[in-house]
């Protein structure tokens, strides 16, 4: 559960990042001790994160987590497979070029692809070029083998996928990682809708961790058990 004081957060920051003593930096953390609880008897390569409607905060999810996975010493790629909107880039400030679809299309390899973060343990990969077929790209044989290429060089790919009910790529990709998790948004998003979604990744044969409950109004009184006040 991803919490928010009273007063509105800037969206999309790598909050784990520019303030890892933050309560909702401790929250990703929780996440990522939760995601390996989840999976403890067996080893995550790849972890696939969604939503089932645009502006429910997977890619803000996505990268935060990320961040807090290199923290705790794992190699980590960041794949944006958003290959219709994607804005992973803007978050770490550089541009989309060359990525993903550089590599799918043969056009570049992953060493001259992978952008360096400010933590060496994390690398990231931007999309790359919109392509015209994204859903055929992410399905490819191209594909296959980039995952592997990516997990035998890193201790874990993170992908950020696009919503499941707004087209089918979270679907594709769904079964060619080894775990997911879904977004959903505090008084935004409903449970049928959630709950079609769950329906799609499973149909697609993914394996569905859990869900991560993101923008839960809080307020900062009820921080005080963890962090007291001064």
Known sequence: MIRRKTKSQPRRQLIAK??????????????????????????????????????????????????????QGKKVLLVDTDLRKPSLHEMFRTDNILGLTSILSKQGT??????????????????????????ELLGSAAM?????????????????????????????????????????RSGQTEKEQALKAKALLENAKGKLLGVVLNDKKQKESEYYYYYGKK
């Open 18 to 71: 520019n303030q890892p003593k933050s309560p909702i930096s401790e929250q990703y953390r929780n996440i990522r001790t939760n995601i390996q609880f989840s999976a403890v008897d067996t080893d995550i390569r790849s972890l696939m994160v969604t939503s089932a409607n645009p502006g429910e905060g997977k890619t803000t999810t996505t990268a935060n987590l990320a961040v807090v996975f290199a923290q």
């Open 110 to 135: 992953l060493e001259k692809c992978i952008r360096k973060t400010e933590d060496a343990n994390l690398h990231f990969l931007p999309c790359g070029a919109i392509p015209p077929n994204p859903a």
């Open 144 to 184: 296959k083998d980039f995952i592997e290429k990516a997990q035998s060089q890193y201790d874990l790919v993170i992908f950020d996928t696009p919503p499941v009910l707004a087209v089918t790529d979270a679907q594709v990709m769904a079964n060619q990682c080894d775990s997911i998790v879904m977004v959903v």
